[in-house]
């Protein structure tokens, strides 16, 4: 048989070649020929009726992200994102995220001070009694900046559960049903920081609640685990060509044993840094896997505009460690910039959008490119009435808060009338508003010069007060 099929193709290629048709007699005997029986046995398909396809809205969406096959020098095949080349172990699963940019070799990072969605409090009230919509919530140009941020960072001051107990004896205790956690999606959240002392308010089993919360939503969070493993890992994004490792941890309760549970060995907690021994050592190993490494950390006392030396420490260590950027939450209030060498901080963010008081905020936005940090920018923004709102450049509103945060920020930081912040040697020279006045004390001889007028004494103030309303029927 072997030869007989042979013996046609061998026919069959020299009929082909010399152009001419095939003899009747081998039509039959090849299947698939253009006629014959077998053609005759094919019947022609019905011609297809055309289809009315309605009309499609255009949504313009970020490029896709595609990771794609490289040869390394020594030929070995290469896994690739955007440029950045993966390893075995750069999954989620190890904290590592994907992540598209709008400009190559660009990412823009946006911060936020503290959130809370706990049902029971005036701002979740109003956002229901307004329609629901996180649009409610935060100003059209505000939102825009989030959503189109590459990374979006705020932190998460409350568990997201419906279990648990308050903790016995704590003034403010929070807790959101685990159905808010779409606000942050609506909002473009990428990661949030759990390293704060709201984040055990209602125990064991509302903190494990919030990780599955987080979880079923898709966004990472930073500073808290299953364990002290787990809360002291970085989480790293590789976007732009890039990897950028965030760390977070919590100086706050600065009593034993604090109300808020630090993560052991085999429980659930937080991760603290009121002795950052442990920290800067997530510190050294983000820096040692990553090209640019963001410190995410709750410190200083509330409703104090002024930081203190124990902030500045730690702000030193943190950047010998190997920190490129420390942003601060837990005040409440605005607390200005200053530079360990050439590493910004930001003490305090403020409330980003967390009661119904009338405060004054911001978003801090941040672009980083392989060479560090591009620039940083303090962009002004208040809540009010339940509403948190981001001033026009130029405004009288927006240049208020810019003077005011330059009085509250050292000589070492300046801030523009667009609000970016870069290093100076001298001072800053520009229009300022005093921060409050009140005692503080000289800079230790060891501390870099810093305006003694800028750092107050540590302290352990009492929670915040909030304006609670009743809950809508």
């Excluded at 205790?173 to 942050?184: G, K």
């Excluded at 966004?219 to 989480?235: D, F, Q, R």
């Excluded at 936005?365 to 208040?382: E, H, Y």
């Excluded at 981001?390 to 609000?419: C, K, L, P, V």
Aim: aromatic share 8%; charged share 25%.
């Amino acid at each position: 048989m072997k030869h007989f099929t042979l013996l046609i193709l061998t026919i069959l290629i020299s009929v082909m070649l010399a152009g001419c048709s095939l003899p009747e007699d081998l039509k039959d005997m090849i299947p698939g020929s253009s006629d014959g029986p077998a053609a005759e046995q094919a019947q022609e398909p019905e011609a297809a009726k055309p289809v009315e396809i309605p009309a499609m809205t255009t949504v313009e969406t970020a490029p896709a992200a595609v990771e794609t096959e490289t040869v390394s020098e020594d030929g070995a095949e290469e896994n690739s994102f955007e440029g950045y080349v993966l390893t075995e172990e750069d999954i989620p699963e190890n904290g590592v995220y994907t992540k598209s940019v709008k400009t190559p070799g660009e990412v823009t990072i946006v911060f936020g001070g503290d959130i809370d969605f706990d049902t029971g409090y005036a701002n979740m009230n109003a956002l229901r009694s307004r329609g629901g919509d996180i649009s409610a919530a935060l100003s059209p140009g505000l939102l825009s900046l989030l959503r189109d941020s590459d990374i979006c960072m705020l932190n998460n001051e409350f568990p997201y559960s419906d279990r648990g107990t308050p903790t016995a004896g704590k003034k403010f205790t929070f807790r959101a049903p685990p159905s808010t956690v779409h606000y942050l999606t609506d909002m473009g959240v990428d990661i949030v920081g759990l390293a704060n002392n709201h984040a055990y308010d209602h125990g064991k089993d509302a903190l494990l609640d919030t990780f599955d919360t987080l979880d079923s939503e898709g966004i990472p969070y930073v500073g808290a685990g299953h364990n002290i493993e787990e809360a002291s890992k970085p989480v790293y994004f590789i976007a732009g060509g890039m990897k950028i490792g965030i760390v977070c941890a919590t100086q706050i309760e600065r009593t034993s044993p604090p109300d808020t549970k630090e993560a052991t060995e085999t429980e659930p907690g937080v991760l603290r840094t009121l002795d950052p021994a442990r920290f800067l050592g997530v510190i050294e190993e983000a820096e040692a896997h990553s090209d640019f490494v963001i410190v995410f950390v709750h410190w200083g006392s509330e409703n104090k505009n002024e930081f203190e030396a124990s902030q500045r420490d730690l702000a030193e260590k943190y950047a010998a460690a190997g920190a490129d950027l420390i942003m601060g939450a837990h005040p409440h209030v605005l607390q200005g910039f200053d530079y360990v060498g050439n590493v910004p901080v930001m003490y305090s963010m403020g409330n980003f959008w967390f009661n119904s008081k009338t405060l004054d905020n911001c978003a801090v936005q941040a672009v980083i490119t392989r060479d560090g940090l591009k620039s940083l920018r303090f962009i002004p923004c208040q809540q009010r009435d339940c509403r948190t709102t981001m001033f026009d450049e130029g405004s009288e509103e927006f240049n208020r808060i810019i003077r005011q945060m330059r009085g509250f920020s050292t000589d070492h930081a300046d801030i523009d009338d667009s609000g970016f912040v870069t290093y100076t040697e001298t001072s800053k020279g520009r229009e300022t508003l005093p921060p409050s006045a009140s005692s503080k004390p000289a800079p230790k001889p060891d501390v870099p010069a810093v305006d003694p007028a800028l750092i107050a004494p540590d302290a352990q103030p009492a929670e915040a007060p909030e304006t609670q309303a009743p809950p809508q029927e």
